[in-house]
């Protein structure tokens, strides 16, 4: 694979493998990774031990929170993240968070060590072929079986994770690899000839998007992480200001638009918002900026949209008509595309249509919202947590979330002043993602606040992490938003298989303490008396803590769009 | 509706580049119909040919999927029209049975068939053509012995000239950037 490679750095060094994969770490500019040892991997970790000044090591307790922590990492701070693991195990316990950061474009770059090359497919101790493995789940992959190969490989492996669409990377270094001495230097890489990140703006393009939005009478955006992943707040902002369009956001849309913004009309999909999702089969426009029509947001796709011309902008031109037929496709970096539509577009308002959002929105809010943050029930809500949270953060934290009913309260629910604020698991839906997550949040973005929202279940898929937090000191606060269920499934048993709880009510264990076990102070809280002042105690603790908030058992996210139904056939209740 | 489409991808020549490439079918439950693999005109490039018998709606999506992969340069698909294409089938039968009288003579004169090989018990017979010539003289050996047989995956050229433009046209924007790239650190 023919790449450009640029920006020499002096002259060669003599080195060992190891040593050359850390120094195109630091060329890289990173200075911090997650991992864990193993005999693979060794001759880098020993290597590590050199550079303890300039790349900070968090061992995880497992690879999988790992991985997680460098997504967490990685969206938080828009640097790559990168993770490191053995061979066999150690490599295989990645692919749920590759996977993850596959589906939710998050820029990594995984090394992880591979047997001597000599020993490759005898079945060796802890061998895995993990380039197979991992490659229907990467973006790129490659193994690397001489030391003499590691600085291009390298080079590739952060341009290709960060540009274009991100995505996942995985590097396999043989042991001897490792050992092996060469010639160093590094050079970036610029361009592969193989790869176009970038798709040319074609302006007939715009020019058509344009036409149909000057003439749309109900237009609607649809926004997605491509906004926040392009650096395009402002220039949405622009965009959708001038031509006066309601939008709404997708799950990892969320905070790239103020939740407070005129012309935020809420969230898309499934656990959405009333007038989005009812409004979607009304608009006569929809234009798509950076989202890819995913299931939980389209509901039944031959009763989705039907009525409007759709623009679809981004920057992968395989998401083109993937799902949604498409009319005027506009490709390429979306802060660039964006400009250049507003630079199109006539300065319109559309006082009318953005009243049918209120209108719903006052349905919504008597049917829905105000039963869910001021309850008449003896048990607390989810939602009326989330509100005080917001009370306590301004809208100036970030928000981490697992995967289930507690992540579609806190992100309906969270109010954000700042883009790249929600980290959640969005494509994969994976549970066990939020706590190591939320810990790489907080090293991602040390000044900020992180707030990690996990449900009962979640946080015992991944809660030896707490061990991490432990040791990295990192000051993450963490609500369990408990309900002795994996609520989600429940809710779903209790709507579609006739109340038929199968395996979902879990006997939890004392999760304060647990968290005290690990030097992690907690509280549990049940009355609604006590949410704000435990919240407030939470917040105002130098280091992390952990509120076990005991919410109703059968308590359930509305609204929702039933699996195969329309979006317009949403139900409150 | 469903018919035979050649989908052609103009690839780097990697490792496991082809399992790349076969994943995209996999995951999506597609059954590849022949495929085969060779360098290209293009020095340094190498050429994928698949066949796909599906709609013309789902080759779209799928060439755009390959094309997503970093090492696919350029993928295209095209009906069989809009190709020249064949397929190589090697009959294995029993010499014995085969010789009869006039049997090779029309195998030979009517198909364009060849005898590659004429062992003590054996003839080994090679068809070249489309998939349903190859399929017809297979019946027609069947009841004459036949040992063995084999058939490649189909091979086809693109009529129009597009696809070698453009991909010439990638390779060469690719090539100015390395040059401007090089001379800027010479500077």
């Known amino acids: 694979m023919e790449a450009v490679l640029t920006k020499a750095i002096t002259k060669a060094i003599e080195t060992q493998g190891a040593d050359a994969l850390l120094r195109c770490l630091r060329a890289e500019d990173v200075d911090l990774i997650f991992g864990y040892p193993g005999g693979a991997i060794m001759p880098v970790y020993d290597a590590l031990y050199s550079y303890q000044e300039s790349i900070r090591h968090v061992l995880t307790r497992h690879e999988q929170g790992a991985i997680h922590a460098a997504q967490g990492y990685a969206r938080a701070s828009g640097k790559v993240g990168v993770v490191m693991a053995t061979s066999g195990p150690g490599a295989t316990n990645l692919i749920t968070g590759i996977a993850d950061a596959m589906i939710d474009s998050t820029p990594l770059v995984c090394i992880t060590g591979q047997v001597g090359s000599p020993l490759l497919g005898t079945d060796a101790f802890q061998e895995t072929d993990i380039i197979s493995i991992s490659m229907p789940v990467t973006k790129w992959n490659f193994q690397v079986t001489r030391a003499a190969e590691i600085p291009e490989a390298l080079a590739k492996a952060f341009f290709i994770a960060k540009n274009g669409r991100p995505g996942p990377v995985l590097i396999d270094i043989t042991k001897d690899a490792q050992f092996e001495a060469l010639s160093f230097s590094y050079n970036k890489c610029s361009s592969i000839r193989s790869y176009r990140p970038v798709p040319p703006i074609d302006m007939s393009c715009v020019e058509s998007a344009a036409r149909l939005i000057n003439s749309a009478q109900k237009p609607l955006v649809l926004f997605g992480q491509g906004v926040i992943l392009g650096h395009a707040e402002q220039a949405f902002k622009a965009f959708i200001e001038k031509t006066g369009i309601p939008a709404a956001w997708t799950l990892l849309g969320l905070s790239a638009l103020p939740t407070d913004h005129p012309l935020n009309v809420g969230m898309l999909g499934m ?4 007038g989005p999702n009812k409004l979607t089969n009304e608009c006569d426009v929809l234009i798509a900026v950076g989202m890819r029509f995913d299931d939980r947001v389209t509901g039944n796709l031959s009763k989705y949209a039907k009525q409007a011309k759709v623009i679809h902008l981004d920057i992968d031109p395989s998401e083109i008509n993937k799902n949604v037929a498409v009319d005027v496709p506009v490709l390429g970096d979306c802060r660039e595309s964006l400009v250049a539509l507003t630079d199109k577009v006539k300065r319109n308002s559309h006082p009318v249509w953005l009243e049918a959002f209120r209108e719903c929105d006052k349905i919504e809010m008597e049917k829905v919202i105000q039963p869910e943050l001021y309850p008449n029930s003896k048990d607390l809500t989810m939602g009326e947590v989330i509100k005080e949270v917001n009370y306590f953060t301004k809208g100036e934290a970030i928000l981490v979330t697992d995967v289930g009913q507690h992540q579609m309260v806190a992100c309906r629910y969270t109010a954000f002043k700042k883009s790249n604020s929600n980290i959640t698991s969005g494509g994969l839906g994976t549970m066990g993602f939020c706590l190591p997550a939320a810990l790489g949040a907080k090293l991602g973005a040390p000044n900020r606040e992180v707030i990690a929202v996990i449900g009962d279940g979640g946080f015992q898929m991944t809660l030896q992490e707490l061990g991490t937090i432990f040791q990295t000191g990192a000051a993450v606060k963490i609500i369990i938003l408990n309900n002795q269920f994996l609520g989600m499934v429940r809710q779903w048993q209790q709507l579609f298989f006739d109340k038929r709880y199968s395996s979902t009510e879990l006997m939890n264990p004392d999760f304060i303490k647990i968290a005290e076990g690990f030097g992690i102070e907690g509280m549990v809280v049940e009355d609604r008396k006590d949410l704000s002042s435990s919240l407030k105690e939470m917040m105002e603790a130098p280091g992390s803590y952990l509120l076990d908030i005991r919410v109703g058992k059968e308590d359930n996210v509305f609204p929702m769009v039933p699996a195969g139904a329309s979006v317009s056939e949403i139900r409150l209740a | 509706m469903k ?53 013309e709606e789902m080759v779209k ?27 190589i089938s090697l009959f294995k039968v029993l010499v014995e049975r085969a010789s009869q009288p006039n049997l090779i003579e029309r195998i030979i004169r009517d198909r364009n068939a060849r005898i590659l090989s004429v062992e003590k018990d054996f003839m080994v017979i090679e068809n070249t053509g489309h998939k349903e010539e190859n399929q017809e003289l297979l019946s027609f050996l069947k009841p004459f012995g036949l040992i063995d047989y084999v058939k490649s995956g189909r091979v086809a050229l693109i009529k129009e000239d597009k696809p070698l433009k453009e991909l010439r046209k990638i390779l060469a924007s690719s090539k100015k950037e390395k040059i401007a790239s090089e001379s800027n650190e010479n500077n």
């Open chain 2, 3 to 55: 018919k035979d489409f050649t989908i052609t991808a103009f690839t780097e020549n990697h490792i496991g580049l082809l399992n790349r490439i076969t994943s995209v079918f996999t995951r999506r439950h597609l059954n590849i119909e022949s495929l085969n693999t060779s360098e290209s005109q293009v020095p340094g490039i190498h050429r994928f040919t698949i066949v796909l018998h599906s709609t």
């Open chain 1, 271 to 274: 656990h959405g918002n009333y």
């Open chain 2, 61 to 87: 999506k799928l060439v755009l999927q390959l094309e997503k992969q970093i090492e696919i340069v350029k993928a295209v698909y095209h009906t069989d029209e809009e190709t020249v294409f064949q397929e």
